[in-house]
Each structure stands twice: as C-alpha cells, then as structure tokens.
C-alpha cells in the first residue's frame, strides 16, 4: 500500500461527489413533474395581511365567516383566527386583561364600564404566515410547509398527528381537528386567493380592519400602507418572519 | 495490493450485499416517497392543488353586484359604502351559482345591526354605537333605517 495522503484525498472526494450525483439523479428521475395551476403562478405573489386594531369593532363576523368558508368545527376552542379583547388598566402594559369568549362567535357582550380609566381594544388573531415558520422547522415529515407564494399549509394525508407543530407555533393558531386527528390552521384561504378572491375574513369584515396583501404585486394598496403607517408584527423578538403586520398594536398585546 | 486482491471471493460478497442494500433502499424509497415529494421543498408538491381543490363559501361582491346592480347605487355616499355584501347576508356562494335552488335569507336587523353599532367600550370611539333597546324599543332598525345607507331615513321615520 504506497499510497499518500494526497491520493487519498482525491480518491475520497471523486467518490464523494459520485455519491452525491448519483442521488440528485436519481431523485430528479423519481419526481416528474410538478402539478400545473392554471393561471395562478405561485412564484409571483407572496401574501401578507394587514389587521388595523383602530378599525377592529369586535363584532366577530371574521371568526364567523372563516368557520364556514373553511369547515372548521362550531364548537368552541377550535380556531382558525379569533378576537381578543384586551383591557388595560392605569396603562400597565404588562399586565392586560384579556378575553374572548367563543373566540369571539357570538360578539363581545359588554362587560367594562367607560371611563374606568382603562383602555380597550379588540386584536383579531390568525396564522402570521411567517416566512420562518418555526411549526414547518419542527414538522418531522414534511406535512407542514411554505408554500412558494408565502402561504403556511399543512398537507392533511402526510400529518400524523404528532403536535409537534401545535407547540412550536408562538401565535398558537394550530389545532388538532377532532374529526381527522391531524392538525388544522390557517391557510389563508388558498382556495380563495389562488381564484383572485379576497379570503373570507377579508370578506366580511365590515371596517376593512383586515386586508389581504400580495407584497409581490408593486400595484398592491399594502405598500402603500406600510410605508405610511407604523406597523408591527407579533412577537418580533422571536424572528418569525411574520406577514401579518398590525396597526396600532399596543404594547400589551401577546 | 496482493493483501487487498488476495481476498477476492470476499470483496465479490461483499460489494454483491451491498448492492442489494442499496436496491433495496431504492425500492423502498420509490415505493414510500409519495409523487411530487421535494419539488418544491420537503414537503408533497400535490398539497397544494389540494388545499386550492376546497370549495368556496363566500361568492366575493363582484358576483352579488352581477344581478343585484341596484344595491351599490343605493349604498353609494353612505356609511355602508365599502362594506361588502355578504359582511352581513352571510355566505352565498351557493345562491350565486343557483339563485333559484339556493334563495338568500333576509338577516334579522335586530340582531344584525347590534353586533357592530351597540355600545362597547373597546369599539373605536369615533364609530357610531346605540343602544338599540334605549334607541328604538322593540321597533326594527329598517323601520326607519335604510340597511345600505343607514343615514338615509326610509319615508315615515321619527
């Protein structure tokens, strides 16, 4: 065996790289063609949304309409997006009182007096479609993920059901659908979107408190507003890439 | 290389197992790796023709103004401008496709009406609340009320 240290290398790294090749080959050869969506390019859109707290009414229509639009179960604790109402006292910003009751289905029935010295608002909560989704990082078999236009969806036939997800996500907007067994979220009405209709929150808001962006289109109104408003996203300490932007958003707020 | 060629039936063995591990890994994957797997990412590219397959609920405005022309001139000026229809008829994407098969239920105003204008504290100040008891009594709010354009009082109105 006369052989040294440099041949060796060489050897290995021919091998290496053989190796390698033969993979991405084979792969290559394995997975076809990508499906075709006729009329909707996935590469030239990437979706966010904007929710104004200061138009947001608490009347509940968004929770409504997107368990409709998207089948999710009426009983209670099973959400999509939901409002939260939140009642800071003194302007003590670390401890609010928050509540939402049904997730805000049936409305906020009354329950401060005016003029308690405190202030309230009601935050309408969803899937952030982070563009560095900590549930997609977490999934061990691919059932969750970004879709190339910025949507966070869950492939439903791959999901075992292991929750992994459900705990990662900071926003906690992930459930497990009690009929299937496999994780639920927002997907931002992809169905709709992708058929250039608005999502059905959007839909029925009444105060335009919510709106749907393509922060790919230079024509959408969203940069428009993000260059005029101060925005912030939730949670930005936790380097989600979130694509909700909120207006008004009070420090309170969790 | 005689120490490494000396042995040549088990090199032979041992490179054939090989092989048929590594047909066998081959095989396995082609079999449980579903179609689409990792086009666009690690995940099945055919999720999301699948998430796009769902229904729609909501029909959008662009349907309802389609035959019911009438209602945005009505609304045109009005508080209730850029709401959009199915914000308080609900979803009627069923009755956009087959409005014979599927009618549109009238909402109720009482109900209706309050779920956005009765007094909440943590409402915007500056958007009109009432309280519809102390308001109206047991009257409805499109008895006086024109729905599309509230501040359009109907013919009658106190």
Known sequence: MNRDRRDFLAQSTKLLFLTGAAQLGFEALLRGEPEAAPNYKTTDHWWGMIIDIEKCIGCGNCVRACKEENDVPREPYYFRTWVERYHVPDGDIERPQVDSPNGGYDGFPEKYRAGDGAKSFFVPKMCNHCAHSPCVQVCPVGATFESPDGVVLVDPTYCLGCRYCVQACPYGCRYIDPRTHTVDKCSLCYHRITKGLTTACCEACPTEARVLGDLKDPKDPIHEFLRTHKVQVLKPQMATGSKTYYNGLDGSVR | ?158
Request: net charge positive; with cysteine; hydrophobic share 40%.
């Open chain 2, 1 to 158: 290389m005689k120490v490494l060629f000396g042995h040549k039936d088990h090199l032979v063995r041992m490179a054939a197992l090989f092989l048929a591990g590594i047909v066998v890994f081959l095989v396995l994957k082609a079999v449980f790796v579903p179609k689409g797997f990792g086009v666009y990412g690690h995940y099945r590219a055919g999720a999301l023709e699948e998430n796009r397959a769902h229904p729609v609920a909501y029909a959008g405005r662009a349907a309802c103004v389609e035959c019911h022309s009438d209602v945005p001139e009505t609304a045109k000026g009005g508080g209730h401008a850029f709401i959009r229809c199915e914000a308080c008829h609900g979803p009627l994407a069923a009755h956009a496709g087959d409005p014979g098969e599927h009618q549109a239920v009238r909402p109720e105003s009482k109900v209706l009406c309050a779920r956005c204008h009765a007094p909440n504290v943590a409402r915007p100040a500056r958007f009109p609340q009432v309280d519809p008891a102390e308001h109206a009594g047991d009257e409805a709010c499109t008895a006086c009320h024109t729905a599309h354009n509230p501040r359009q009082q109907k013919e009658g109105a106190k």
